[in-house]
């Protein structure tokens, strides 16, 4: 442990708690933790020997003699799971006024789902920029991706109307734009050229469980790779900018104006601009997916039945005598399965 910057992480009653950050986590000295909360180190004492000695912390990675002053005089220190460990035990009114602070903290997180130290972040570029990469890989998510264009529409068009069948119509033509755009293809498309029962998770990237529904290897962007949800993060990015600027200049725009502009937007950024539909082939999409998850399906049932299966002797019927077995194994005993496999 050599990293021994101070950090700010309590105040009460203008009183500052400093605790030392060591390898990215604060830790209180013994003075330090009976100064917040009100108390004497002869009585924390029993606290965090009941602490350690009931198994809820390990004394070895919570607790650390050090010598951290100048004169070399070592003494102990405790890690935030300590401190806070300590805090719901003792009765001092400091501890009390702790755990009011940190329930509020729990609740926020549960309620917002983020929280966010402003000092930390206004003094650490480094803290920062990290923080900004992970909200920018939340945005990227496909539904974000969506949401967003949609968004777009609802701000700035005047005649958007969110339950209209040619809005509905007009959002599977949108999202074909940005597939095609990234991949050349369209939803379709994708799944004529990536559904595949020999790949993982069928080639799809993205699915909710540990084994792809039946519904799920039927939608498009569920095959879209990770960069290329990125690339169309990045592109509506633009496009919602676009929309806000034009609501907030007072501009009306109908959804056909829009278009246009995404269009433009779309060949600004070199990709080319998907005009309509030449063929329908929705239906065969649907089936070769289809044909795919029965495969698929299949092989995982024998796979869990402890069978190494050969893709050869497969597709010549070698394991047809076994299909009475699988049948028996259901898609839901077979995502159990394999959600306690991957834990």
Known sequence: MNNKNELVVYTDDGYDAELILMDGKPWASFPTLAEMFSTSIEDLTPVLKEIFNSGELSRIDHAQKLALTPNGIEEWFFSVDAIISVGYRLNTQKATQFRVWSTNIITRYMSDGYLINDDILKSDPKKLSELAAKI???????KNVYASV?????IAATDYEPSSAEVRRFYSLLQDKFHHAITSMTSSQLILDRADHTDVNMGMQSINGAVPTKNEVTVGKNYLKESEIYRMHLLSEQFLLFAESTSLAGKDMTMSMLHSQLDKL?????????????????EHAVEHA???YEKFLEIKKLEHLGIDVDLELFYLGEYDELKEETAKITTRALHKALSIQDA
């Open 136 to 142: 920018r890989e939340l945005r990227a998510n496909e």
């Open 266 to 282: 779309l060949e600004i950024n070199g990709y080319e601009v998907f005009e309509g539909y030449s063929d329908y082939i929705k």
């Open 150 to 154: 949609r968004e777009c529409f609802k």
């Open 290 to 292: 289809q044909q795919e």
